[in-house]
Protein backbone atom coordinates (compact mmCIF):
# COMPACT_ATOMS: atom_id res chain seq x y z
CA UNK A 1 0.00 0.00 0.00
CA UNK A 2 2.76 2.49 0.85
CA UNK A 3 4.75 1.44 -1.84
CA UNK A 4 2.42 1.76 -4.32
CA UNK A 5 2.11 5.70 -3.52
CA UNK A 6 5.80 5.75 -3.68
CA UNK A 7 6.44 3.56 -6.86
CA UNK A 8 3.80 5.83 -8.71
CA UNK A 9 6.05 8.59 -8.03
CA UNK A 10 9.48 7.45 -9.25
CA UNK A 11 10.57 5.96 -6.05
CA UNK A 12 13.54 8.20 -4.67
CA UNK A 13 15.36 7.54 -1.18
CA UNK A 14 17.79 9.85 0.76
CA UNK A 15 19.98 8.89 2.72
CA UNK A 16 21.56 11.32 5.00
CA UNK A 17 23.82 11.82 7.95
CA UNK A 18 24.81 15.30 8.99
CA UNK A 19 25.95 16.36 5.52
CA UNK A 20 26.12 13.66 3.63
CA UNK A 21 23.06 12.57 0.97
CA UNK A 22 22.86 10.18 -1.42
CA UNK A 23 19.77 10.03 -3.79
CA UNK A 24 18.91 6.91 -5.08
CA UNK A 25 16.13 6.31 -8.22
CA UNK A 26 14.59 3.00 -7.89
CA UNK A 27 14.03 1.57 -11.10
CA UNK A 28 10.28 0.01 -11.69
CA UNK A 29 9.95 -3.42 -13.09
CA UNK A 30 7.45 -5.40 -14.55
CA UNK A 31 7.92 -8.91 -13.38
CA UNK A 32 8.87 -9.43 -9.71
CA UNK A 33 12.84 -10.44 -8.83
CA UNK A 34 12.95 -14.00 -6.96
CA UNK A 35 13.17 -13.40 -3.22
CA UNK A 36 15.77 -16.43 -2.73
CA UNK A 37 18.24 -15.07 -0.48
CA UNK A 38 20.95 -15.66 -2.95
CA UNK A 39 20.70 -12.69 -5.30
CA UNK A 40 20.60 -15.12 -8.37
CA UNK A 41 17.86 -13.57 -10.24
CA UNK A 42 19.38 -11.62 -13.00
CA UNK A 43 16.53 -8.32 -11.97
CA UNK A 44 18.87 -7.81 -8.98
CA UNK A 45 22.62 -7.72 -10.86
CA UNK A 46 21.02 -6.40 -14.05
CA UNK A 47 17.85 -3.56 -13.54
CA UNK A 48 18.81 -2.82 -10.13
CA UNK A 49 19.62 0.71 -8.61
CA UNK A 50 22.54 -0.32 -6.86
CA UNK A 51 24.36 1.77 -3.38
CA UNK A 52 27.80 0.46 -2.41
CA UNK A 53 29.34 3.25 -0.22
CA UNK A 54 27.94 2.78 3.19
CA UNK A 55 29.41 4.21 6.84
CA UNK A 56 29.20 2.66 10.10
CA UNK A 57 27.15 4.61 12.77
CA UNK A 58 27.78 2.27 15.81
CA UNK A 59 25.82 2.34 19.02
CA UNK A 60 25.57 5.74 19.94
CA UNK A 61 25.70 7.32 16.15
CA UNK A 62 23.52 10.20 17.43
CA UNK A 63 26.26 11.61 19.42
CA UNK A 64 29.55 10.79 17.66
CA UNK A 65 28.84 10.80 13.82
CA UNK A 66 32.75 10.09 12.67
CA UNK A 67 31.90 8.86 9.59
CA UNK A 68 33.75 5.53 9.75
CA UNK A 69 33.84 4.04 6.28
CA UNK A 70 33.04 0.16 6.52
CA UNK A 71 35.33 -1.68 6.24
CA UNK A 72 33.12 -5.25 5.14
CA UNK A 73 31.57 -4.13 1.59
CA UNK A 74 28.37 -4.12 1.88
CA UNK A 75 25.57 -3.18 -1.21
CA UNK A 76 22.37 -3.04 -1.68
CA UNK A 77 19.93 -3.26 -4.34
CA UNK A 78 16.74 -1.73 -4.67
CA UNK A 79 13.81 -2.53 -7.16
CA UNK A 80 10.11 -2.03 -7.45
CA UNK A 81 6.47 -2.10 -9.53
CA UNK A 82 3.30 -1.18 -9.13
CA UNK A 83 2.47 -2.18 -5.32
CA UNK A 84 6.17 -3.67 -3.85
CA UNK A 85 9.28 -1.88 -3.37
CA UNK A 86 12.31 -4.60 -3.26
CA UNK A 87 15.66 -4.75 -1.31
CA UNK A 88 18.11 -6.86 -1.44
CA UNK A 89 21.39 -6.82 0.17
CA UNK A 90 24.86 -8.61 -0.10
CA UNK A 91 27.09 -8.06 3.38
CA UNK A 92 30.23 -9.00 2.94
CA UNK A 93 31.91 -10.78 6.46
CA UNK A 94 35.40 -11.68 7.02
CA UNK A 95 34.62 -13.38 10.45
CA UNK A 96 31.59 -15.47 9.82
CA UNK A 97 31.69 -17.49 13.10
CA UNK A 98 32.07 -13.84 15.15
CA UNK A 99 28.34 -12.57 13.81
CA UNK A 100 26.01 -11.37 16.54
CA UNK A 101 23.06 -13.34 16.39
CA UNK A 102 21.30 -13.57 19.36
CA UNK A 103 17.54 -12.52 18.07
CA UNK A 104 15.66 -15.84 17.88
CA UNK A 105 11.92 -14.43 16.84
CA UNK A 106 9.94 -11.99 15.19
CA UNK A 107 10.10 -8.26 17.08
CA UNK A 108 13.11 -9.54 19.49
CA UNK A 109 16.16 -7.19 19.52
CA UNK A 110 17.45 -7.02 16.59
CA UNK A 111 19.22 -4.16 16.27
CA UNK A 112 21.89 -5.46 18.77
CA UNK A 113 22.31 -8.40 16.45
CA UNK A 114 24.68 -7.88 13.13
CA UNK A 115 21.75 -6.92 11.22
CA UNK A 116 20.81 -4.62 7.57
CA UNK A 117 18.30 -2.11 8.96
CA UNK A 118 16.42 0.01 6.50
CA UNK A 119 14.11 3.23 7.42
CA UNK A 120 11.66 4.31 5.03
CA UNK A 121 9.97 7.50 4.95
CA UNK A 122 7.35 7.97 2.52
CA UNK A 123 6.50 11.47 3.01
CA UNK A 124 8.74 14.08 2.82
CA UNK A 125 8.43 15.19 5.94
CA UNK A 126 10.14 13.51 8.73
CA UNK A 127 7.71 12.65 11.49
CA UNK A 128 6.21 9.31 9.52
CA UNK A 129 8.94 6.46 8.97
CA UNK A 130 8.81 2.67 9.19
CA UNK A 131 11.45 0.95 10.06
CA UNK A 132 12.64 -2.79 9.29
CA UNK A 133 15.12 -4.82 10.86
CA UNK A 134 16.68 -8.47 9.47
CA UNK A 135 19.30 -10.61 10.76
CA UNK A 136 21.84 -12.99 8.47
CA UNK A 137 19.10 -15.80 10.08
CA UNK A 138 16.08 -13.86 8.84
CA UNK A 139 14.63 -12.87 12.25
CA UNK A 140 13.37 -10.11 11.87
CA UNK A 141 11.62 -6.42 13.56
CA UNK A 142 9.68 -3.84 12.14
CA UNK A 143 7.78 -1.00 13.74
CA UNK A 144 5.74 2.23 12.29
CA UNK A 145 6.50 5.46 13.99
CA UNK A 146 8.55 3.63 17.34
CA UNK A 147 5.25 1.29 17.11
CA UNK A 148 6.58 -2.28 17.86
CA UNK A 149 3.23 -4.13 17.88
CA UNK A 150 2.83 -2.78 14.30
CA UNK A 151 3.48 -5.60 11.40
CA UNK A 152 4.36 -4.64 8.22
CA UNK A 153 3.39 -7.03 5.10
CA UNK A 154 7.21 -7.84 4.03
CA UNK A 155 9.20 -11.27 3.00
CA UNK A 156 12.41 -11.87 3.81
CA UNK A 157 14.98 -14.77 2.60
CA UNK A 158 18.75 -14.71 4.16
CA UNK A 159 21.50 -16.72 2.99
CA UNK A 160 25.19 -17.14 4.91
CA UNK A 161 27.82 -18.31 2.95
CA UNK A 162 31.53 -17.98 3.18
CA UNK A 163 32.38 -14.46 2.36
CA UNK A 164 29.72 -13.08 4.46
Not at 80 to 94: M, P, T, V
Not at 109 to 133: C, G, N, Q
Not at 140 to 151: A, F, G, P, S
Request: proline share 4%.
Amino acid sequence: MITRLICAVGFVLIFTVNIIAKVVYCPEILTPPQISGKLDDSSWLKEAAVIDSFILLGKNFIFNLDLTVAQEKTVAYLLCDKNNLYLAFRCAESRMDNLVLSAVKKDDPVWKDDAVEVFLSPMRESTTYYHFIVNPDGVTYDEKIMDVKWDGEWQVKTSKNPFG
